[in-house]
């Protein structure tokens, strides 16, 4: 018998939960945020502006370097002038460091030194790394970016959007070393020879917020003050971009308002858990006897709160003879969420069913009213017939007696 044969809700806590409060005051000149797990834009302004963006410019650095080199690469430093209020990590010409150390000092002190060095010695000169960065973003359909430095110090031509630098944040977030060198509050960076440097994460919130967990900043004049964060709680993710901001306080508080306002949005809820029976079925020979079919996995998603998660069972049979392996698949769990189907979970035997014996079947056959509607025309046959051949042969036995008299 199907049990889960219908759409049906998962998540009774889902059911209950009332949607969240509206969004907060954001005064950021551009701005938005968006919930990766649904693909959500939970809220924007002017998220398609094309706009100066600083050193989140070098969000693209870091990605052509993860993809063309390895972490354990050392890279020796290349001449970088620096002007004098730029981001540097203090690496002298010659200085040999790690790719991984590196991005730390890229990625946390937005050191323009660094950039520099990792564009050329990846891209063999900073015009063919810009190139590659370019080649990057168009591959990743940011339609609305373009690059004119490594760097991100105020370049004409050089600009994003902060739906497309949400996307790249997310992009960059499947590497678990981004993710970790982004969630630190500083590092200790190793110069080959012995000299070590010490650099702080300039995103002050990762440090302050224990939720905050990304992922760059950046500042000039022509941009202002800029953010790409991050936040996780409970299991939700969330992305923000802020551009052109008067002050790292109002970068800062618009951030994190919006972080916050995405997080209570969301909630993860279970969709099917392992070994809940979503249907039975009846097992032949056996009289009386079912077979759970249970969950081969536990399933869960996020969802705005207020929504709901939906299971339905398909291909489930109503009956199974054995032997059959505790385990086996025997149909499939489809997890709906929002009218698409965004899973599927095998649907699988509870225990194991033996093979049925010859006694089982032979008393399953007994149980049958057709075997005894069968068995009792055969004996009235055989019966009918026994009778018949009586008769036949009494007559010819009287006709013999007959002519001898």
Known sequence: MLLGAALRPAGAQAAAATAAAGPPPIDAPAAVLIEPATGDIVYQRRANQRRPIASTTKLMTALVALKRLSLDDVLAQ?????????????????????????????????GNDAAETLAVRTGGSRAAFVKLMNAQAAALGLRNTHFETPVGLDTPGNYSTPADLAKLALVLRTYAFFRETTDRPDATLRVRGGRTIRVVNRNTLVQRIPFVNGVKTGHTNQAGYCL???????????????????????????????LRYGLQRYHVIPAVKAGTPLASADVRYRDGQTLELVASRTVSRTVRRGQRLFTKVVGAPKAVEGPLAKGARLGTILVRQRGRT??????????????????????????????????????????????????????EHGGAEAEIA
């Open 78 to 110: 290349v001449p970088y002038a620096a002007a004098g209020a730029e981001s540097l990590v203090g690496l002298r010409t010659g200085e040999r460091m790690s790719v991984r150390d590196y991005l730390r000092g890229l990625l946390l002190a937005s």
């Open 228 to 258: 790409v964060g991050s936040a996780t709680r409970d299991g939700v993710t969330v992305v923000s971009v802020v551009l052109g901001t008067g002050s790292e306080e109002a970068r800062d508080r618009n951030s994190l308002r919006l």
């Open 342 to 395: 965004v899973d599927r979970v095998a649907l699988v035997a509870a225990r194991a069913v033996p093979a049925a014996t010859a006694t089982e079947r032979l008393s399953d056959y007994g149980r049958r009213p057709g075997t005894l509607l069968l068995l009792g025309a055969f004996l009235g046959g055989s019966l009918l017939l026994v009778l018949l051949r009586r008769r036949s042969h009494r007559g």
